[in-house]
């Protein structure tokens, strides 16, 4: 876990969509952003084009690590996703959300896994890298283990890359620990977000350090499984996400010493 460097550490763009969606906006996001310390964003939720935000970020001196396509674009036009990393200026992206695919159905979790090995292929063709993104429900019961672990089991290591996030393996009733553990060599992405409990028991996204995760065994095990970027998001904030995702990066800093 010391040998990472705040230079590891990026913001999750998502986490900021409301204040991404003009040239301007962004501009001013990227400089709040940079300010604060981050070194490298991951684009997603911008309503510029990946032209106009490769600019912004390098006027910034912002790092791409990664973005979030579309899942259509990446399983149907894998390589004008592909075209649209090369535009932004990073190599990397992860399929963001199973969007009308009904994990109960033993052909459809087939048809996906299938779907992301064969744009996998295209992405390694092309100079890229494609993960899979999780929330809880791929942790669904699918034979015996979960839609996730099937995921991951029926795809080539070399096609299909893991971009776990740590909210929502907890959400899932799983372990980021047991899962780094299980995708290494093949996590170069990691989602830090915090999990917390409201007094009336419902489950809530927190700052790092704010929150119920073992963050120091979670980094240790990520660096393990040779995790290159760590990204900050935080779905929803409970107050201005600028002062949340300076919550986050300060705790970051503190706890890698850099």
């Known amino acids: 876990m010391s040998s990472y460097k705040l230079s590891n550490v ?41 032209s106009e935000a490769k600019k912004v970020f390098a006027d910034n001196g912002l790092t791409v690590c990664a973005t979030h396509e579309s899942g259509d674009l990446i399983l149907k036009s894998p390589n004008e996703a592909c075209e649209r990393l090369h535009q932004i200026g990073t190599t990397h992206t992860a399929y963001p959300w199973p969007a009308g695919i009904d994990f109960t159905n033993k052909a459809a979790v087939q048809a996906l896994a299938k779907g992301l090995n064969a744009a996998g292929k295209v992405f390694v063709k092309n100079g890229c890298t494609l993960s899979y993104h999780n929330h809880a429900l791929e942790f669904v019961r699918f034979g015996k283990a979960t839609v996730l672990d099937y995921i991951y ?19 899932g009733g799983g372990d980021s620990v047991a899962w780094l553990n299980k995708v290494k060599g093949r996590a170069p992405l990691l989602h830090l977000k915090d999990y917390g409990v409201t007094p009336d028991q419902k489950a809530t996204y927190m700052e790092i350090g704010r929150g119920n995760l073992d963050w120091k065994a979670i980094l240790a095990a990520a660096k393990k499984a040779g995790t290159k970027w760590l990204i900050v998001e935080q779905d929803t904030c409970p107050g201005d996400p600028f002062d949340s995702i300076k919550i986050s990066y300060n705790y970051l800093a503190g706890l890698l010493g850099k």
């Open 10 to 50: 990026a913001i999750q763009l998502y986490t900021l969509r409301d204040f991404c969606k003009t040239v301007p906006d962004l501009e001013k996001t990227a400089k709040k952003v940079k300010k604060i310390g981050y070194k490298a964003v991951q684009a997603s939720g911008l309503g510029v084009s990946p």
């Open 153 to 171: 089991e029926s795809t080539n290591p070399d096609y299909v890359k893991a971009e776990l996030d740590t909210y929502w393996v907890q959400l």
